[in-house]
């Protein structure tokens, strides 16, 4: 199972950016939870959203003053998730990590996958 995340690159403050993060595999039984993690530099890495195969969205503790301008979603039938973020500030800047928590045909429960990092960098 690979998450396989795109859509990271520079971007000019105030513009906006969509990373995609695809589970591929034909071993997915099934996915609950797909999100995306942050980490600045010199900083841990931190949940940003997740959202459940209901839609059900949980955000991060420490993003409230990026939640009004990101929308995660997601496409069940194509095992992807999104995150959408506009008027992009420089402390966007940070390498976003792909994340889900899925069930691989044969296993007998959920397992932690991740992505390999996009790098976003956010320009004044």
């Known amino acids: 199972v690979q998450l396989q995340a795109s859509g990271g690159g520079l971007v000019q403050a105030g513009g906006s950016l969509r990373l995609s993060c695809a589970a591929v595999?034909?071993?997915?039984?099934?996915?609950?939870?797909m999100g995306w993690y942050c980490q600045a530099p010199g900083k841990q890495r931190e949940l940003v959203a997740d959202?459940?195969?209901?839609?059900?969205?949980?955000?991060?503790d420490s993003v409230d003053s990026v939640k009004g301008r990101l929308t995660i979603s997601r496409d069940n039938a194509k095992n992807t998730v999104y995150l959408q973020m506009n008027s992009l500030k420089p402390e966007d800047t940070a390498v976003y990590y792909c994340?889900?928590?899925?069930?691989?045909?044969?296993?007998?429960?959920?397992?932690?996958?991740w992505g390999q990092g996009t790098q976003l960098t956010v320009s004044s």
């Open positions: 994340h889900a928590d899925l069930r691989p045909y044969g296993s007998g429960g959920y397992e932690s996958y």
């Open positions: 959202i459940n195969s209901f839609g059900r969205i949980n955000y991060g």
């Open positions: 595999s034909e071993r997915i039984f099934s996915i609950n939870v």
